[in-house]
């Protein structure tokens, strides 16, 4: 596929082969925040420079994305940016604060609060920073491996704009479901609306697969996950098929819904091609119910990086054993902490490339 008219043959595309379920030589890897500060060159890009601008400079999010290929050979690489410029695009303020994290200076408090958002986002004027970005690193990324573009999911942003940042209980945002429900279904559907727009221009500036991050599901109970999660999650899948589906484009999508054990079965029936597990998951049981419905990725402990090379080792062997090599694609449980070893995290790589060799071709 071309990027604006320049074609680049993609050299290694197992991870998009083992998206669909299709066979694969190995099994590919990649991690959630490969791009981020266990590495001494992204500290060293990042140093002195505000988070948000960083990631409204294609230059610098295309460096940040391009680095740890340089360094790994991970067989995919995620566009470097942030699940919070979908807020910033409805027109809320938010700053990243050392020591702190993303805080939203003015959140949400009640319904009426819901008249400062933008009704109608202009996705390429508000955004379009990331499409610059990722289509810069199509370039520069040479057909090496497929580019990966992503989204916060709707009741995860929602709960960062209600809480204003990192919150333990979330209590603030589910005190909305339950005291607001309309008023929570109608934020929920404003950000879908944004998000599907947003996950469209993604493609069209050259992403070859899409993520969506539930990061707050597991703070959800069964019924309120099936009421303000999953249906979004549906609805943002299907209506962005429908439109590549129109262009004759089909990318694979991923959904992550971290620690919604309970939703396994509906979210292997959402229009999702690949399920992300967190580590608190047997591999062995997510086959079973999922019913091969579905590719899976992940989830080792990312703490299991902390571990010994040679134990690392013994941990991958293992995952692969329960997750078996078709229709998976190795990953952590969650993303990379800033105090990991580089090397681990090669080690961590290269077993998944070498056990799953020897895998797959004893079979």
């Known amino acids: 596929k071309g990027v604006n008219g320049v074609l680049y043959e993609l050299k290694n595309d197992t991870f998009l082969r083992a998206a669909r379920g299709e066979e694969t030589q190995h099994v590919p890897v990649w991690c959630m925040r490969q791009a981020g500060r266990y590495l001494p060159e992204f500290r060293e890009s990042r140093a002195g420079k505000d988070f948000f601008e960083t990631c409204r400079s294609p230059e610098a999010c295309c460096e940040l994305t391009l680095q740890p ?4 050979p991970f067989d995919a690489a995620i566009i470097f940016s942030d699940i919070l410029v979908v807020p910033q695009a409805m027109g809320m303020d938010v700053q990243m604060v050392p020591g702190k994290g993303p805080t939203f200076p003015e959140p949400l408090k009640e319904p009426e609060d819901l008249q400062r958002l933008r009704v109608k986002v202009d996705v390429d004027k508000e955004l379009g920073y990331v499409f610059r970005a990722i289509t810069l690193t199509r370039h520069k990324i040479e057909g090496k491996v497929p580019l990966i573009g992503f989204t916060g999911a709707p009741w995860t942003l ?3 704009m209600i809480e204003g940042g990192g919150s333990n209980t979330h209590s603030k945002a589910k005190r909305w479901l339950y005291r607001h429900p309309e008023a929570s279904h109608i934020l929920l559907r404003m950000l879908t609306d944004v998000i599907v727009e947003y996950l469209l221009g ?12 539930e990061s707050h599901a597991g703070i959800l109970g069964p019924a309120e996950f099936k009421d303000f999660s999953l249906p979004y999650l549906r609805d943002i899948a299907r209506r962005v098929k429908d439109k590549l589906k129109e262009a004759g484009q089909d990318v694979p999508m991923i959904v992550f819904a971290k ?26 049981s997510a086959r079973e119910r999922t019913g091969g419905k579905v590719s899976l990725q992940g989830n080792m402990d990312p703490c299991a990086l902390y571990a010994p090379k040679e134990r690392i080792s013994d941990i ?21 902490y800033p105090d990991m070893e580089p090397e681990n995290v090669g080690a961590f790589v290269e077993a998944v490339h070498q056990h799953s060799k020897l895998m797959i071709k004893q079979m």
């Open 69 to 72: 290929l340089r360094r790994f």
């Open 158 to 160: 929602m709960s960062y």
């Open 202 to 213: 993604q493609v069209a500036a050259g992403a070859q697969a899409l993520q969506v991050f």
């Open 259 to 284: 620690d919604a054990h309970y939703g396994l079965e509906d979210l292997s029936q959402s229009h999702y091609e690949v399920v992300g597990l967190d580590w608190t998951i047997d591999p062995r």
């Open 316 to 336: 991958v062997k293992k995952m692969l054993e329960g997750f078996g090599t078709r229709g998976y694609i190795a990953n952590l449980g969650h993303g990379l």
